[in-house]
T-cell receptor
């Protein structure tokens, strides 16, 4: 099992460009999550999907959109990137939602917006 | 809104010494509580979690944590630190899929 995979590993964007971060899990988990990690702030939840076909906003959703393409895949889109979105992005998945399941994290995507 | 506080940004301990990392949360009910560890350039790995029951929770790699409701704390401990424990540690609180992380404590281990 690969667990949670993320692509790309690293990306540089110019302000105003768009991109999609991809995440896939092979553990047959129902719930998937997108976080951003910034120095001194820990991880902050952007969006989550408790099950296929549903998505909900987290703590910092502004400037992002998500798609739960199927049970395996959960993508994060930046329509018009801003320097404030420079961060490390982590995808995670869990078998159960509501905190009952352990979240498994991908290796992260480092995004630099110039 | 609920919040998680890790008062220590950086801690240095000698190899073989004991370790305690502090975590306090602000939340009305008893949430689900977690400790994660992150090695440089890696994702997060779960060390342990508390949902209910026994307030002393055992985790992987010899770590344990104690939930103290009266202090709203969930401190992480290890009796004897190994050099490989050097990493960043995050306390987290989950209330119905609203996961909040502390800012993290970076652990340095001296030989």
């Amino acid at each position: 099992n690969a667990g949670v995979t993320q692509t790309p590993k690293f990306q540089v964007l110019k302000t105003g460009q768009s991109m999609t971060l991809q995440c896939a899990q092979d553990m047959n988990h129902n719930s998937m999550y997108w976080y951003r990690q910034d120095p001194g702030m820990g991880l902050r939840l952007i969006y989550y999907s408790a099950s296929e076909g549903t998505t909900d906003k987290g703590e910092v959703p502004n400037g992002y959109n998500v798609s739960r393409l199927n049970k395996r895949e959960f993508s994060l889109r930046l329509e018009s990137a801003a320097p404030s979105q420079t961060s490390v992005y982590f995808c995670a998945s869990s078998e159960l939602d509501g905190g009952l399941g352990t979240q498994y994290f991908g290796p992260g995507t480092r995004l630099l917006v110039l | 809104a609920q919040s998680v506080t890790q008062p220590d940004i950086h801690i240095t301990v000698s190899e073989g010494a004991s370790l305690e990392l502090r975590c306090n949360y602000s939340y009305g009910a008893t949430p689900y509580l977690f400790w994660y560890v992150q090695s440089p350039g890696q994702g997060l790995q779960l060390l342990l979690k508390y949902f209910s029951g026994d307030t002393l929770v055992q985790g992987i790699k010899g770590f344990e944590a104690e939930f103290k409701r009266s202090q709203s704390s969930f401190n992480l401990r290890k009796p004897s630190v190994h050099w490989s424990d050097a990493a960043e540690y995050f306390c987290a609180v989950d209330d119905n899929n609203d996961m909040r992380f502390g800012a993290g404590t970076r652990l340095t281990v001296k030989p």
